[in-house]
């Protein structure tokens, strides 16, 4: 099925914003092909008007993707091809595309990228944290209980998150990793290529105090990302705790003086210093027996 006659779906990339990052390939593809499939048809006439194209379209959503592969197959069929965009930025990064593209892939069609604009890796790019290794997150469940499981379940994870995030849940988000990450930096990126470009460099709660200042803070389309977790300075600090804790108890500083010691000079909750001692105690008093 992958005759010369056969048509192609390109999977093209579309500006997040500023209408000048739309690549010369991007509008030279959307031109020639027979139809372009896209997440909603009415945004996305306004940019084949911009480049004064008139092409059949399509819509292509979560709720009819799976509808959509047979007719778009018969596109490509008839030798055809069929340009894939969503609202905005990469398609398939958070957005529609995947099922169309992995059936026809296994019919044996051709996809053809057509790269360009991505919110992700814009905001990674002028974002000053670590890009060597990082994990993808998309948007984060609209429920608080999930959504904290999600955080809490990363925030071990040595490499940069990055997270989508709408304006309605933006300052629920923040407070949600204030909670779990405290102040480990973020790097928040809203409306990315468009007038109002902002880099918000801090911790959650001084985001918190910039939106409660200035309500637009809150407005656009965000892309959130969050410094690493620093394992080994975690594993540092577990070894300095225990060495303090052991050698109070072995100067004869009973279980509860000890933990308000360690807890006025590492900070933390004195209850969570009480166990560890205790259990330091207990094991010497197991070792001697």
Known sequence: ????????????????????????????????????????????????????????????HEHNESTRVARITRYLEAGQSVALISDAGTPLISDPGFLLVRELRRAGHRVIPVPGACALIAGLCAAGLPTDHFTFQGFLPARQGPRRARLEALAKREETLVFYESPHRIQATLMDMETVYGERRLVLGRELTKTFETFLDGTPQEFLARMNEDANQARGEFVLMVEGAHIEAEESTRVEAETLLRTLLEEGIGVKQASQVAARLLGGARKDWYAKAQVIKDGEKDHSG
């Open 1 to 60: 099925m992958t005759a010369p006659d056969y048509g192609a779906l390109y999977v093209v990339a579309t500006p997040i914003g500023n209408l000048e990052d739309l690549t010369p390939r991007a509008a030279r593809v959307l031109g020639e092909v027979a139809c372009v499939a896209a997440e909603d048809t009415r945004h996305s006439a306004g940019l084949l008007r911009h480049l004064g194209l008139e092409r059949p379209m399509l819509s292509l």
